[in-house]
């Protein structure tokens, strides 16, 4: 007995052994792919809180007012990021976001330093001049001291200013370029999350 070959047989039990090794890949890889789902889910919350809060620096930077210290939400997205960022697959872009973070604490907390810093100044320029109140009937030598020491007070103040300018400028170019590089990550998973959809 010969056994014929049947090519439409043979074409739907190729067909089938092909639908069955793609579910089975995709049953493989479905717990991996709703990790990376959740993963980024998170990433993608923690940078939407922490760029409500740059948003609202930029402003208060761009006013000329100071900014308070850095926000929680700065802090937690920093932390999630280090946490998720090498388990995604985007982690080269990620850590890129997380090396921008990185810069963008250091010089928030060089700023609220140099504001403290300036706090002083103000405070050794205003015993500076009451000193010079309170020595103007003494002796020559102790008001000129007393000048002196006015006026290296308030160098010092203009140089505290200065710093305390430049460290607000750095402060507002690292959040610019955080909020930019953030919302591009955002804006990429929106529009990849749209696509499945």
Known sequence: MQIQFDPFSF????????????AYYLARQAPKLERVRQNRDAVRAALRSAEAKLLEAEFRLDEGRSV????????????ILKEYGPRLPEDQELFVIT???????????????????LASRQTAVS???????EVTGT????????????ASARRTEVTSQRTLDAARTN???SVKLAREKELNYIDRLDEADRKLK
Do not use: K, Q
């Not at 090396?99 to 810093?117: G, Q, T």
């Not at 015993?127 to 109140?133: L, Y």
């Open 127 to 133: 015993e500076a001049e009451a000193h010079v109140g």
């Open 171 to 173: 402060l507002r170019e």
């Open 99 to 117: 090396r921008i973070y990185y810069e963008l604490r250091r010089a928030w907390r060089s700023v609220d330093h140099n504001d403290e810093m």
């Open 139 to 150: 002796t020559r030598e102790a008001v000129e001291r007393a000048r002196e020491r006015l």
């Open 68 to 79: 308070s210290t850095i926000p929680d939400e700065v802090e937690a997205a920093f932390e």
């Open 11 to 22: 074409c739907v039990a190729l067909i089938a052994v092909m639908i069955s090794g793609r």
